[in-house]
């Protein structure tokens, strides 16, 4: 679980855009970009280099998720 003080000031270093803390994943996931950053002993780790594109299926479902 990632303290939600620290999500609120984190941005992605890509798109400078806010994130959000993926609980099944254990990510912090950037859907402007569409990367996902690993957590490492409860550290979010925030490098382009360690990060995972989104898959398709992963956008798709967010975007459905946040239709409103």
């Known amino acids: 679980m990632i303290d939600?003080?620290?999500l609120s000031i984190l941005v992605c270093p890509v798109s400078k855009a806010p994130v959000e803390y993926n609980k099944d994943s254990n990510e912090i996931v950037c859907w402007?970009?569409?990367l996902a950053?690993?957590?490492r002993d409860d550290i979010p780790v925030m490098l382009e280099s360690?990060?995972?594109e989104l898959t398709v299926e992963e956008k798709e479902a967010h975007k459905a998720a946040?239709?409103?």
């Open 4 to 6: 939600k003080k620290l």
């Open 32 to 34: 402007q970009s569409g």
């Open 37 to 39: 950053y690993p957590i």
């Open 50 to 52: 360690e990060a995972r």
């Open 66 to 68: 946040t239709k409103g």
